[in-house]
């Protein structure tokens, strides 16, 4: 029997991803995909591959596996490629020239262990388009969503260290809040709404980023029982891996963020008023 995802973790970029891929990794009954994000649906729904033909998979997230694999096996442990890395390596390798099917998709997961979950930590899902999201569902009718959320002022500046280099001008910033691509990664408002109109109540899981510092095992535990597993010690519950360097915000990126996220703000604090009326509080007052 093929192999889909028990869950998808839908993003938001920015907002624990990683984290909580990680930590699921040291749960026993956590089978890992071949790596974290297969970008696969928003590769056929969300945006073309700046890598290679329309329609084949982004080199991008390929060559960020390997190179990540090759980090940690050469320069972290100092060993040798042995044929076992070598393996996962070609296997890696393999899918960049096959088309972009369910069956393709599949590869990824078919060597998870029986009697574990796996899940889909492609944080762009959330972004898809009406019919990937038709497609998504449907690859498991019982699968699970969830979704992590940050304050969006910070989770804007998070993206914008990630992506320009500390040296660039405050103008060089500011342009890259007006990109539409950036812009739909914190309009959180249409995010929810089209994934609740899409899965029962049920089976849609919202976390925040707030959790995830101040209480990181008591999230940890909420998703694995959103999730049917059993509670963990969770040994990497309080190492947060932040991509991205530490760099202050200057007063005028701040009310523009404040500005642009004003009706997220809004909206969530009347959503979610724990812990998003702080969010509201925090940024509000310099969007004017």
């Not at 042995?82 to 390798?93: M, V, W």
């Not at 642009?260 to 009347?270: F, G, I, P, Q, V």
Request: charged share 20%; net charge negative.
């Amino acid at each position: 029997m093929t192999k889909t995802p028990d869950f998808f973790c839908l993003g938001v970029q920015k907002a624990g991803t990683t984290w909580l891929y990680e930590n699921m990794c040291t749960h026993p009954d956590f089978s890992p995909p071949l790596f974290k994000e297969p970008h696969y649906f928003d590769t056929l729904y969300n945006w073309v591959p700046a890598w290679g033909p329309q329609g084949s998979w982004d080199l991008l997230p390929l060559y960020q596996r390997i190179s990540e694999v090759l980090y940690w096996k050469l320069i972290q442990q100092k060993a040798p490629c042995d044929s076992e890395t070598f393996q996962y390596l070609t296997k890696i390798a393999a899918l960049y020239e096959a088309p972009l099917t369910d069956a393709w998709y599949a590869k990824f997961f078919e060597d998870c262990s029986a009697g574990q979950i796996t899940g889909d930590f492609t944080p762009e899902n959330c972004l898809i388009n009406d019919a990937g999201i038709q497609h998504l569902t449907a690859v498991n009718p019982a699968a699970k969503y969830i979704l992590l959320l940050r304050d969006p002022v910070e989770r804007d500046w998070a993206q914008l260290r990630m992506n320009l280099p500390a040296e660039s001008a405050e103008q060089s910033f500011l342009a890259a809040t007006r990109e539409e691509d950036f812009n739909r990664r914190s309009d959180y408002e249409t995010i929810i709404l089209r994934w609740r109109n899409a899965v029962s109540p049920e089976r849609l899981y919202i976390g925040f980023f707030d959790d995830l510092r101040e209480r990181p095992t008591e999230l940890l535990n909420a998703v694995a029982a959103f999730l049917g597993v059993p509670q963990h010690d969770w040994p990497l519950a309080c190492v947060v891996s932040l991509k991205g360097r530490e760099q202050a915000m200057s007063p005028t990126i701040h009310r523009r963020l404040a500005y642009k996220n004003s009706r997220t703000l809004e909206y969530m604090a009347d959503a979610f008023p724990n812990p998003c009326r702080q969010w509201k509080v925090r940024h509000l007052p310099l969007s004017g």
